[in-house]
């Protein structure tokens, strides 16, 4: 079945410094990749997706780029702020099942002064 | 205009009695699903509705728990005779349609004492 795998956190991060997010994924069909972000007592908010393979989604200073080579959806950011302090989750919606998405477990940003 | 609309935010309730949970899906989306997030993990699928219309109810356990989408109204997940482990974050959202973009909710905290 599908499946997605984020490196496990919490990530603490000075501000400034850069941030990657590591996610790979599983998925039998052509599936479309996502990435949430919740902030403390929210719900989950889209911060990017792509929807096939080597295209990057983009959103906030953040990217991510589709590779199917590798099976990864990697998150990034050249210069963090502590307002990015929060749970960052990789999804796929497979286009089998496009009514579901299935996320990793998430990870923890941290971002101190 | 406004979001995915849930309600209540918080809800308490004793083992063994009844939770109801609504949600109002963006204006335009006929879309439903239901996610719920237990402490410390990520998403998982529940249910997936249209108006009228179960479509995939794959990730919903087989007792205790129902979801309704009616013509008029909000979507309703009901939890009957609820236990502890039922405690978890449920998160509604809305798609304008098949493998559109999903939109959530801000959650409602369901906590059995």
């Known amino acids: 079945g599908d499946s997605v795998t984020q490196m496990e956190g919490p990530v603490t991060l000075s501000e400034e410094a850069f941030l990657t997010i590591n996610c790979t994924y599983t998925a039998t069909g052509y599936p479309s990749l996502f990435w949430y972000v919740q902030y403390p007592g929210e719900g989950l908010q889209l911060l990017l997706k792509?929807?096939?393979?080597?295209d990057k989604g983009s959103n906030k200073g953040f990217e991510a780029t589709y590779r199917k080579e590798t099976t990864s959806f990697h998150l990034e950011k050249g210069s963090v702020q502590v307002s990015d302090s929060a749970v960052y989750f990789c999804a796929l919606s497979d286009s089998g099942t496009a009514s579901k998405l299935t996320f990793g477990t998430g990870t923890r940003l941290q971002v101190t002064l | 205009n406004a979001g995915v609309m849930q309600n209540p935010r918080h809800l308490v309730r004793r083992r063994g009695q009844e939770a109801r949970l609504r949600c109002s899906p963006m204006k335009g989306h006929s879309h439903v699903y239901w996610y719920r997030q237990l402490p410390e993990e990520g998403l998982k699928f529940m249910v997936y509705l249209q108006k009228e219309n179960i479509i995939d109810e794959s990730g919903m356990p087989k007792e205790r728990f129902s979801a309704e989408f009616p013509k008029e109204g909000p979507s309703i997940l009901r939890i009957q005779q609820v236990v502890r482990g039922d405690s978890a974050a449920y998160f509604c959202?809305?798609?304008?349609?098949?493998?559109?973009?999903?939109?959530f909710g801000p959650g409602t905290r369901l906590l059995v004492l």
């Open positions: 959202a809305s798609s304008m349609g098949l493998e559109e973009t999903q939109y």
């Open positions: 792509a929807t096939k393979a080597d």
